[in-house]
């Protein structure tokens, strides 16, 4: 395969998970503008683990995300209980926050005789896993692909059980479902955790992809996208962030339409989706019709074969 | 309970992935890096000098990309890595860049063939010069009396 259909594929993977990780607040109703925050943790504490600790990549990915989980349960403790678009800022003013903090952050080994570490606004470069291990670039990307279809799976056992309902129940109205019973604190928190963990394991994929991470790769522009990806895929399905990840950079990026006009293109579409389609081009409704009309296509076939089965 | 085992099952996958732990050290590179414009607007010449890190060799013989990312939109902007050629300078490659806009981008330099490895390089790409991207601001211009 090309270098640079893999690069575009590894890209598209990767941000899925960011893009995943807004759709979880989105489901509970909050829009978050923080989410780099906790892919920034992820990469941090994922490249950390195996660039320094020597730790195996899934251990470091797994503990990229357990941190970013920790940070977002932590921080939705307080902020949770804000609303609308006092949430909102509050998740940015975090988000630039947790950048900042990263730019004062040094954390440097001897290996080799070269230190390797986190060194303030210079970033953190030298996260070799995959040149040290011969990782190549499309074992990589089956890796980011295998992560992001098990995330996907976990997705939809999750619309099918009673945690997905009571994270639209919530999104859908607050009031209400704490109203029926529903802990609706905490169950935010819960969304905020998972919602960390999914950033936390897409910065982890992205540091070892890129091989260094730096503080101002992780500004509002990256929250900001991540969060127009679900707007404009819809919130009906988590392949709708999918979507939105696939129209900006498979289309519009990668085939060069646009070329520097990319972004003008990006900011209209989401402003022209968010009077047209306010929950995206895949909301409930439609993905509602398309079940539908799955059925009414698969059911003629399945009715048949269960008359076959039945006949002698 | 369906939801919990899936959860695990991932975990555990996360878990086991890449169990080699990264204790071996590949070869390591060390990467020189001058651009500057070409005739084409937004287009750079770039010349990319080759030493192996721990020895200070040139490294000759390398099948060597470019390719480019903005790390204020990082993955956003998917640069199309060019091939890098080799000059009649050993260890010296030469590479032609093509960017979307100025401002500062980070290079990655991908060897592959003998030597397995990735370099990265920030960098401000203006009009008409390029400069290290950690050292802010233009460079002053010559002073005149």
């Known amino acids: 395969m090309d270098d640079y259909l893999i690069g575009v594929l590894s890209n598209i993977g990767v941000i899925s998970f960011i893009a995943l990780s807004a759709y979880v607040l989105l489901l509970t109703g909050e829009i978050s503008f923080g989410q780099q925050a906790f892919f920034a943790i992820g990469a941090y504490a994922s490249g950390i683990a195996t660039a320094l600790w020597h730790w195996p990549l899934g251990a470091g990915l797994a503990w990229g995300g357990a941190v970013a989980a920790a940070a977002a349960a932590l921080l939705g403790v307080p902020t949770l209980r804000l609303h609308g678009l006092y949430f909102a800022v509050a998740t940015l003013a975090f988000a630039e926050m947790v950048r900042l903090l990263f730019e004062l952050f040094h954390y440097q080994v001897l290996i080799n005789g070269e230190l390797v ?12 896993y995959i040149f040290d291990n011969n990782i190549g670039s499309t074992e990589f990307l089956v890796l980011v692909y295998v992560l992001l279809s098990a995330t ?23 009031v209400l479902a704490e109203l029926s019973g529903v802990a609706v604190a905490r169950y ?32 509002v522009m990256l929250g900001v996208h991540s969060l127009a990806y679900g707007l404009i895929g819809g919130l009906g399905t988590a392949l709708g962030p999918l979507v939105g990840v696939l129209i900006d950079i498979g289309v519009l990026e990668s085939t060069r339409w646009f070329a520097g006009y ?19 081009l895949f909301d409930e409704a439609a993905v509602r019709n398309i079940s539908r009309a799955w059925r009414r296509i698969s059911s003629p076939k399945r009715r048949l074969s269960q008359t076959q089965r039945k006949a002698p | 309970m369906r939801l919990a085992s899936s959860l695990g099952c991932i975990a555990a996958a996360l878990m086991t992935t890449g169990v080699v732990s990264s204790d071996a050290a590949g ?45 204020s939109m990082p ?40 030597i397995r ?26 002073h005149k009396h």
């Not at chain 2, 060390?30 to 000098?49: F, G, H, T």
């Not at chain 2, 960017?99 to 981008?105: A, I, R, Y």
């Open chain 1, 117 to 128: 570490g986190p060194n303030g606004a210079e970033g953190f470069r030298n996260i070799r």
């Open chain 1, 152 to 174: 996907l799976l976990g997705f939809s056992l999750l619309e099918r059980s009673r945690l997905g309902v009571i994270f639209r129940m919530t999104g859908e109205d607050d």
């Open chain 1, 188 to 219: 935010k928190v819960l969304a905020a955790g998972i919602a960390g963990a999914l950033a936390g394991i897409g910065g982890g994929l992205y540091a070892h992809l890129t091989t260094y991470v730096e503080p101002r790769i992780f500004d």
């Open chain 1, 262 to 280: 990319r972004m003008v293109v990006f900011g209209g579409l989401v402003a022209v989706l968010l009077i047209v389609r306010p929950r995206g």
């Open chain 2, 27 to 71: 070869p390591r590179v060390k990467a020189d890096v001058s651009c500057r414009p070409a005739a084409e607007k937004l287009q750079y010449d770039c010349a990319i000098k080759l030493t192996d890190a721990r020895t200070s060799e040139t490294v000759t013989g390398a099948e060597l990309t470019v390719g480019a990312d903005m790390p």
């Open chain 2, 75 to 114: 993955m956003a902007h998917n640069v199309r890595p060019a091939k890098a050629t080799a000059t009649t300078e050993p260890g010296t490659y030469h590479a032609r860049i093509q960017l979307e806009m100025h401002g500062d981008w980070v290079l990655r330099l991908d060897l592959a063939g003998h």
């Open chain 2, 117 to 142: 490895d990735r370099v990265v390089k920030s960098l401000r790409f203006e009009d008409d010069l390029v400069i290290d991207a950690r050292k802010p601001g233009r460079p002053s211009p010559p």
